[in-house]
């Protein structure tokens, strides 16, 4: 067990209670020992941190992370997929069952559970798959992947194939008191215009992929699945969780569904709400239509799925999670190699290494006053708690006698990303070089610290 910590005078922030006040925090055998007060005895060998300036709040929850271990560790493993994620202020990641083999059985969850606990940094909660392979034909023994410690379910990097599949997950699933997560895509309308190897079409129908002479990935490819699993979870019950969502029509379909009460909850990536269309074109092209005339770049580390969307979609996006639309940021850090990205960009894989910037990039929306930080934060602690259910929600406070998950960042700090230094194996961003704002100083998990950042 690690030393007694105490940071003092940082402003902290606890989205479970509404609490917003500078005073101190006191770790303690694994568990928050003291909230607020400047008053009380410290314990002989307690590390004291000045966090003047700086916030403190509960670990970051990311409820979808691409950790590619069984199967993909030349692009991540879990050890570097956790340190990866402690960099960034996350004590929490939820892994995607696109793996090899598929989390589809109790014998992987397993083997999961056991890597994170030799990896020793941050908590890995995984996500079993929806279909048995991801085939999208049979269901997989959703109650046997629960027993083994599933969170939820989904065939991400696919949507749920049928509607009744669909239908049949929402029942099972909600019966078990889980959500089914959908990575919202119609195959028909996408694939069928995808002329590469690549994993989907990976930039937006609109004026860059006319730019560059690339075929367009449309929202209604999005919104048509969206609006199909919303009309079958009010047929079936249970909890509907949209991934990764990127239109404004996506957007209105979640928006109506929940005025209607029912129970669909929804998350929007880092990337999505802070970067456009435009990034495909690298750094030629980042503002209109007219300033991209003479950019021809092909900027394979911005393509994603889904693609970069319009800016009117990344404003209705950042409104939605600025009014509860959306419930949660997610990564979706899809770490890859540098192979698979430097090829011809229908022939480029899909993703972005996002868990060690996600905090800078986010941070421009606080800084240019779209978003208000104690919003930001409870959009990475408690929002995806509450999708997670209310066992987790002792994940996402600061409250006394709580496990210690505790972030403190810098929230004016100015660096520049260095990808080549990222814990993560996966360097793939169009964010190398770029100077963000806002940065994570010490990630604590389970009262260990997991990321000390104070001294660099």
Same mark, same amino acid.
């Given at each position: 067990?690690?030393?007694?910590?105490?940071?003092?005078?940082?402003?902290?922030?606890?989205?479970?209670?509404?609490?917003?006040?500078?005073?101190?925090?006191?770790?303690?055998?694994?568990?928050?020992?003291?909230?607020?007060?400047?008053?009380?005895?410290?314990?002989?060998?307690?590390?004291?941190?000045?966090?003047?300036?700086?916030?403190?709040?509960?670990?970051?929850?990311?409820?979808?992370?691409?950790?590619?271990?069984?199967?993909?560790?030349?692009? =991540?493993?879990?050890?570097?997929?956790?340190?990866?994620?402690?960099?960034?202020?996350?004590?929490? !990641?939820?892994?995607? $069952?696109?793996?090899? $083999?598929?989390?589809?059985? #109790?014998?992987?969850? =397993?083997?999961?559970?056991?890597?994170?606990?030799?990896?020793?940094?941050?908590?890995v909660l995984p996500?079993g798959a929806v279909?048995?392979?991801?085939?999208?034909?049979?269901?997989?023994?959703?109650? =046997?992947?629960?027993?083994?410690?599933?969170?939820?379910?989904?065939d991400d990097g696919?949507?749920?194939?049928?509607?009744?599949?669909?239908?049949?997950?929402?029942?099972?699933?909600?019966? !078990?008191?889980? $959500?089914?997560?959908?990575?919202?895509?119609?195959?028909?309308?996408?694939?069928?215009?995808?002329?590469?190897?690549?994993?989907?079409?990976?930039?937006?129908?609109? *004026?860059?992929?006319?730019?560059?002479?690339?075929?367009?990935?449309?929202?209604?490819?999005?919104?048509?699945?969206?609006?199909?699993?919303?009309?079958?979870?009010?047929?079936?019950?249970?909890?509907?969780?949209?991934?990764? !969502?990127?239109?404004?029509?996506?957007?209105?379909?979640?928006?109506?569904?929940? =005025?209607?009460? !029912?129970?669909?909850?929804?998350?929007?990536?880092?990337?999505?709400?802070?970067?456009?269309?435009? *990034?495909?074109?690298?750094?030629?092209?980042?503002?209109?239509?007219?300033?991209? +005339?003479?950019?021809?770049?092909?900027?394979?580390?911005?393509?994603?799925?889904?693609?970069?969307? #319009?800016?009117?979609?990344?404003?209705?996006?950042?409104?939605?999670?600025?009014?509860?639309? &959306?419930?949660?940021?997610?990564?979706?850090?899809?770490?890859?190699?540098?192979?698979?990205?430097?090829?011809?960009?229908?022939?480029?894989?899909?993703? +972005?290494?996002?868990?060690?910037?996600?905090?800078?990039?986010?941070?421009?929306?606080?800084?240019?006053?779209?978003?208000?930080?104690?919003? +930001?934060?409870?959009?990475?602690?408690?929002?995806?708690?509450?999708?997670?259910?209310?066992?987790?929600?002792?994940?996402?406070? +600061?409250?006394?006698?709580?496990?210690?998950?505790?972030?403190?960042?810098? $929230?004016?700090?100015? *660096?520049?990303?260095?990808?080549?230094?990222?814990?993560?194996?996966?360097?793939?961003?169009?964010?190398?070089?770029?100077?963000? &704002?806002?940065?994570?100083?010490?990630?604590?998990?389970?009262?260990?610290?997991?990321?000390?950042?104070?001294?660099?």
């Amino acid at each position: 067990m690690s030393a007694p910590l105490l940071i003092r005078n940082a402003r902290l922030i606890d989205p479970s209670d509404g609490s917003d006040a500078v005073g101190d925090l006191l770790i303690k055998d694994g568990v928050i020992a003291r909230r607020g007060s400047a008053n009380g005895s410290v314990p002989d060998g307690t590390r004291v941190v000045d966090g003047t300036g700086m916030v403190v709040a509960p670990g970051f929850i990311d409820l979808h992370a691409h950790l590619r271990e069984p199967g993909g560790e030349d692009k =991540e493993t879990i050890a570097t997929g956790t340190a990866a994620g402690a960099r960034g202020g996350f004590t929490t !990641l939820c892994c995607m $069952p696109n793996t090899t $083999p598929t989390i589809d059985s #109790a014998t992987v969850v =397993e083997f999961i559970a056991r890597q994170a606990a030799d990896a020793g940094s941050i908590r890995v909660l995984p996500f079993g798959a929806v279909s048995r392979g991801r085939s999208g034909v049979e269901l997989t023994d959703m109650e =046997e992947l629960a027993r083994a410690g599933a969170v939820g379910f989904t065939d991400d990097g696919n949507p749920v194939a049928t509607g009744h599949l669909m239908q049949m997950a929402l029942l099972y699933a909600g019966q !078990l008191g889980l $959500p089914v997560m959908d990575h919202c895509e119609d195959h028909s309308i996408t694939r069928a215009h995808s002329t590469g190897s690549g994993q989907g079409l990976g930039v937006n129908e609109g *004026w860059v992929a006319s730019r560059l002479g690339l075929a367009g990935y449309p929202s209604a490819a999005e919104e048509s699945i969206v609006a199909r699993d919303i009309a079958l979870l009010e047929l079936a019950g249970g909890a509907l969780h949209i991934a990764h !969502l990127s239109t404004a029509g996506g957007i209105a379909h979640v928006r109506r569904a929940k =005025e209607r009460g !029912l129970r669909v909850t929804a998350e929007a990536t880092p990337h999505h709400l802070t970067m456009t269309e435009a *990034w495909v074109l690298g750094a030629h092209g980042r503002g209109s239509p007219d300033e991209a +005339l003479g950019a021809a770049s092909y900027e394979t580390r911005a393509k994603v799925s889904p693609p970069l969307r #319009a800016e009117t979609d990344r404003q209705a996006l950042v409104e939605a999670l600025a009014d509860g639309t &959306v419930d949660a940021v997610a990564t979706d850090h899809a770490p890859h190699t540098f192979a698979d990205k430097a090829v011809p960009f229908d022939e480029a894989t899909v993703g +972005l290494s996002v868990l060690e910037t996600a905090l800078g990039s986010l941070m421009g929306l606080v800084h240019g006053g779209a978003l208000d930080l104690p919003t +930001l934060v409870q959009r990475l602690t408690a929002g995806p708690a509450s999708v997670l259910g209310e066992r987790y929600a002792d994940l996402a406070t +600061l409250r006394k006698g709580t496990p210690a998950d505790v972030v403190l960042f810098d $929230p004016d700090e100015s *660096w520049v990303v260095d990808a080549a230094s990222f814990a993560s194996k996966g360097k793939n961003t169009p964010l190398d070089g770029e100077t963000l &704002v806002g940065r994570v100083k010490l990630t604590v998990a389970g009262g260990e610290i997991a990321f000390d950042g104070l001294a660099s």
